[in-house]
């Protein structure tokens, strides 16, 4: 009974040690540590895919299983939920910062940059970073204003709008019948001859037309 119980230990160990290392350190990935902010962790993932992305490195075959990696490391850290159960799960990963081996290969053939990347190439890192500032701002902005749209209180304003602008279309089409219906008496009065129900000065300029 005691060996049996042995191995059993043993063997939770064993897959519990081998889960732990198949896990991949994403802080190292990151080259950040275990208490780095959202914005570290942003600019970090941007700095490092302008590096390893695939239509850069279009010589390394595994350039597109680096990116997906370091795309993973940050949806994974980047988000609060995932990154506690991670963190839970691997309580000795990123204790320090570390430098990943990225293993990028020298390219040769290469295709040549759009304007864009070189500008962006040639400004600082600190340039970039607040242009990747700015861009998450308009971004953000932009989100709180669908957000607001779609809220009650923009319902409810829309609803009131379409009520006044209903009540002043049907104001503006009572007006247009009654001004056809005056003009339909007028054309009647003038084929009989009726001019005393024209004003002043619309019935003096018929009759002297008359008379002409």
């Not at 000795?92 to 759009?114: D, H, L, S």
């Not at 932009?142 to 923009?154: I, Q, R």
């Not at 104001?171 to 084929?191: G, M």
Request: net charge positive.
């Amino acid at each position: 009974m005691t060996d049996t119980m042995f191995m059993f230990t043993f063997i939770i160990l064993f897959f519990l040690v081998i889960k732990c290392h198949g896990e991949e350190n994403y802080f190292k990935v990151l080259g950040i540590n275990r208490i780095a902010s959202k914005r570290e962790i942003k600019s970090a993932y941007r700095a490092i895919s302008k590096r390893i992305h695939p239509d850069k490195n279009q010589c390394d075959k595994f350039a597109a299983e680096k990116f997906i990696n370091l795309t993973k490391a940050y949806d994974t850290l980047v988000d609060d939920a995932r990154r506690n159960r991670y963190k839970t799960r691997n309580p000795y990963f990123g204790q320090k910062k570390e430098e990943y081996e990225w293993n990028i290969p020298v390219c040769t053939n290469r295709k040549p940059a759009t304007i864009w990347e070189q500008i962006k190439d040639l400004l600082p890192d600190y340039v970039n970073e607040l242009l990747y500032i700015f861009t998450d701002w308009l971004r953000m902005k932009f989100e709180n204003v669908l957000s607001v749209y779609n809220s009650t209180e923009m319902i409810e304003l829309q609803r009131l709008l379409h009520e006044k602008l209903t009540l002043n279309m049907s104001a503006v089409h009572l007006r247009l019948i009654s001004l056809k219906s005056k003009v339909y008496t007028l054309t009647e009065n003038f084929k009989r001859g009726r001019y005393d129900a024209f004003p002043h000065w619309l019935r003096r300029m018929l009759i002297e037309t008359e008379g002409m």
